[in-house]
């Protein structure tokens, strides 16, 4: 499982979702605020499910977003960033 992140353009902190409200089945609108005091800038956001990438095993007839062509679906599937800092005490043993 992973934690959605966004960094924030200003200051490279991290953020964190005041509040959000669906407005569309498809289109979530969230309030943003930057988790540094100093900077102290907050924006909103929307989030919206544009493609399906594999059907889902438990179709909702009313749910219907374009199959992702071939290209999209391979784009989804670059490896994992390799630049993160490694937390003290799970670096891998050599």
Known sequence: MSTYKLV??????RMR???SE???IFLRVAYLQC????????????FEMTHEMS????????VRLPLADAALRRSAMK???THQIPIQ???AKQ
């Open 89 to 91: 005490g799970l670096e």
């Open 79 to 81: 490896p994992v960033d």
């Open 55 to 62: 059907p889902s095993g438990m179709a909702n007839p009313e």
């Open 22 to 24: 669906g407005t569309h």
């Open 8 to 13: 924030w353009p200003h200051c490279q902190s």
């Open 17 to 19: 979702i005041r509040t």
């Open 35 to 46: 988790l540094n005091e100093a900077c102290g800038w907050s924006v909103r956001a929307q």
